[in-house]
């Protein structure tokens, strides 16, 4: 089962806009990490934030981390038509070496 | 440096059949995981290896097993296919036993079962 939630479960945007992508887990957790996929492909690993960290930046890429909501968010300023994709979080839990827990992702489509 | 690379990358096989899927980490990371992703269960754990040696193990019945080579290449085995392992099946690598780094995907193998 997985940890977490992600919402929404899609989103539809323009390009140039700005896309939010949050994702709560339920367990204490040691990092969190977002990846993309595009259609039922591998997954592309995005950003890693430790449970130290409370928000960190990539590009156009900014996450937050408030482990005391359990929750994080991935922002994607600009957004591109080659952003459209799923889009999913994964944490790794104390003690739980490196296997991930996903959420159940969010479908990002934005439009030209 | 290479990425993750899986073989094959497609798959037919028919229910009762077995089968193994490989996986080859980056060069230099010793930890390999494995996932399934089915549209209804999403994406789920299996197993880790590291030096070989299987250190976690998801909720997954006996069929599913694995194991590491010493080059740190994995492969994964289903025996007695069941239409419901159709999935993709992701492995990851890591380059350490900590938790502290990110863990790298290949492009799966996708795996039909008639």
């Known amino acids: 089962s997985q940890q977490g939630e992600e919402d929404p479960q899609a989103l539809s945007i323009q390009e140039g806009e700005n896309a939010t992508m949050n994702c709560s887990y339920k367990t204490s957790i040691n990092n969190l990490q977002w990846y993309r996929q595009n259609s039922g492909r591998g997954l592309v690993h995005l950003i890693l934030i430790r449970s130290n960290e409370r928000e960190k930046h990539s590009g156009r890429l900014r996450v937050t981390l408030d482990t005391s909501k359990k929750s994080s968010s991935l922002l994607i300023t600009a957004s591109r038509a080659a952003d459209t994709a799923s889009y999913f979080c994964?944490?790794?839990?104390?003690?739980?070496?490196?296997?991930?827990?996903f959420g159940a992702g969010t479908r990002l489509a934005v439009h030209p | 440096k290479a990425g993750v690379t899986q073989t094959p990358r497609y798959l037919i096989k028919t229910r009762g059949q077995q089968v193994t899927l490989s996986c080859s980490p980056i060069?230099?990371?010793?930890?390999v995981s494995w996932y399934q992703q089915t549209p209804g269960q999403g994406l789920q754990f299996l197993f880790e290896?590291?030096?070989?040696?299987?250190?976690n193990k998801g909720n997954f019945p006996g069929r599913f097993s694995g194991r590491q080579f010493s080059n740190s290449r994995s492969e994964m085995n289903v025996s007695t296919l069941e239409l419901g392992d159709s999935a993709l099946y992701l492995c990851?690598?890591?380059?350490?036993?900590?938790?502290?780094?990110?863990?790298?995907f290949g492009p799966g193998t996708r795996l039909t079962v008639t």
């Open positions: 994964a944490t790794t839990a104390s003690g739980g070496y490196n296997k991930l827990i």
């Open positions: 290896y590291f030096s070989e040696t299987q250190r």
């Open positions: 060069s230099g990371h010793r930890s």
């Open positions: 990851a690598s890591s380059q350490n036993p900590g938790q502290q780094y990110e863990q790298y």
